[in-house]
C-alpha cells in the first residue's frame, strides 16, 4: 500500500523559510522521480519541483532560486527547502511521484498535505 506523508507546513512570515518532508512507503523511492506540488483554495494542483532518481531537478519559474528540493534515498524521504517565501506561496504542499521531472501526471493519490501560510 503506497502512503505518502507529508509534514513541516506551518505559518510563517514573508521572507521566512521552512523545510518540508514527505515519507514515501510501498514505492520503489529509490528509482521513482518525486515532486512537490501545491494547491491554493479554488486552484488545480501545481507542480513546484521535481527531482530524478538521479538528482537531476525541475522548478517551476516561480520558485526558482528560493526552493530547493532533495531527496534521502535511505529514508524514502524527499524535502523542499523553502527560503524567501512569499504570501502567494501560501498553500496545501503535497509529494507525489511523477514519470518525469518536466512532464506527466502523478502517479499516486494524494496523501493529506502540509499547509503553508505566508502572512504577516
Known amino acids: 500500500q503506497v502512503q505518502l506523508v507529508e509534514s513541516g507546513g506551518g505559518l510563517v512570515q514573508p521572507g521566512g523559510s521552512l523545510r518540508l518532508s514527505c515519507a514515501a512507503s510501498?514505492?520503489?523511492?529509490?528509482?521513482?522521480?518525486m515532486a512537490w506540488y501545491r494547491q491554493s483554495a479554488g486552484k488545480q494542483h501545481e507542480l513546484v519541483a521535481a527531482?530524478?532518481?538521479?538528482?537531476?531537478?525541475n522548478y517551476a519559474d516561480s520558485v526558482k532560486g528560493r526552493f530547493t528540493i532533495s531527496r534521502d534515498n535511505a529514508k524514502n524521504t524527499v524535502y523542499l527547502q523553502m527560503n524567501s517565501l512569499k504570501l502567494e506561496d501560501t498553500a496545501v504542499y503535497y509529494c507525489?511521484?511523477?514519470?518525469?521531472?518536466?512532464?506527466?501526471?502523478?502517479?499516486?493519490?494524494w496523501g493529506q498535505g502540509t499547509q503553508v501560510t505566508v502572512s504577516s
Open positions: 510501498g514505492i520503489a523511492f529509490s528509482r521513482k522521480t
Open positions: 507525489n511521484a511523477v514519470p518525469s521531472v518536466v512532464a506527466g501526471s502523478p502517479l499516486y493519490y
Open positions: 527531482i530524478a532518481a538521479g538528482g537531476v531537478t
